[in-house]
């Protein structure tokens, strides 16, 4: 399993996703799931997925490959499409393109394999915009009335977000709402694990404006986790019925 | 949809359910999905339910049925039957065959249906215990280690019951975090719905000792829920990253 999610604020766009891979309980692995198509001032594209690892790593591959294409052109490269919106049609289309084949391959079988994901991306001159891409490719935006998108285990996570979260808020409380929003799955979901890949994209800085990489024994996050527990039995405690 | 959970504690067992149930999104009513079996001074079993509501009506009046026939005996009524594990054996059966029935008449147009069933207990000299049965007829128990059950939507109401209930948590504060887990769901799952159901059978009472039904304007519940929502958005002001 997995559970990404990202905010479209009107300061920026913060994204946090899990690394843990499973084929079954008896095989896990880590793996990063947020990837960043970059021409800095030109173009920030940030992607996350979810669902089956060879559709996904395949997706990736091909998206990268186009763009680092000696010739690409504004059809085939993400990082010159004229618009997000083709950006996030071109994605889909890949995307479904290439779990179409892994379908056909895993058919003799009976099996079948999905994925979804969440695009973040900001060209120079236009706005910054939050989607998700489903199975299919076709896609929804983050609007001012739903300012996050959640794809994976996203019911654990949820309450914490529809609480807090508004386009209004600031980013340093959008980065607290996420990885609160991630510690909630992480307790309950054991195939959502450590570590985290947290990223801010700020307003019209067209780059990665910051990332980390949240390890399993991370101090601060910990100290967090604590204290939120603490805050939620305190809570608790305060409530009459 | 549905939410229904059940505590044991040391002092007694905590039930709530909802009562919204759903044909399409378009077809909204709403059934009592909590029962009681009574023998007071003899026997207590409530029993909440979830999943299709032709399976759920069907497997509680054939049990009625049998607990009121003259002939009845510690074969057939599960006020009867010589021990809880009998009284859940029994209901499990009688789900799955109920369950079968309806899969036969639905299999000509490939639909199918489905319930799950939660069943707080005591009889008198026996201990309390609190099962969950599954479709298919077998069942699961709370212990020490995981003293609440849940059926339907489960997900977005598990954060607050893992962190604050254990055994030793007193009905009072019981009460409220089963409240709190089912106000979490109603704001997250529209197929959730009010008017609720809350029970609470004591130790050794035998007998329901308290029900009540909490309507959708009932104010002691939209005031916990309104402070729970400050709680959590004080408690979110007070974290540092």
């Known amino acids: 399993m997995t559970y990404c999610v990202g905010l479209l604020l009107n300061e920026g766009m913060v994204c946090l996703s899990d690394t843990r891979t499973n084929a079954g309980l008896d095989n896990i692995a880590t793996y990063r799931k947020m990837f960043h198509f970059e021409a800095p001032g030109e173009r920030i594209i940030s992607i996350m997925t979810a669902g089956s690892l060879s559709v996904t790593q395949t997706t990736i591959a091909r998206l990268r490959e186009a763009v680092e294409d ?3 052109t504004p059809e085939t490269s993400i990082l010159l499409a004229p618009t997000l919106l083709k950006v996030a049609s071109m994605i889909g289309n890949t995307l479904s393109e290439v779990r179409a084949e892994v379908n056909e391959k895993l ?3 009976q099996a079948s394999a999905s994925a979804s994901m969440i695009v973040a991306g900001q060209r120079r001159g236009g706005a910054m915009r939050l989607f998700l891409i489903y199975p299919e490719g076709n896609f929804i935006e983050a609007t001012e009335d739903t300012p996050f998108l959640q794809i994976g285990e996203h019911k654990y996570g949820k309450p914490i977000l529809d609480r807090v979260v508004k386009m209004t808020t600031c980013i340093a409380d959008a980065e607290k709402a996420v990885l609160l929003s991630m510690d909630s ?10 570590p985290l890949d947290l990223c801010v994209i700020e307003k019209d800085a067209l780059k990665v404006s910051r990332q980390r990489r949240i390890e399993a024994g991370d101090a601060g996050f910990r100290a967090m986790s604590e204290a939120w527990s603490k805050a939620l039995r305190d809570g608790f405690l305060q409530i009459t019925l």
């Open 107 to 109: 058919s003799a079988s």
């Open 70 to 72: 000696a010739d690409a």
């Open 185 to 194: 799955t992480l307790r309950s979901n054991l195939s959502v694990g450590m």
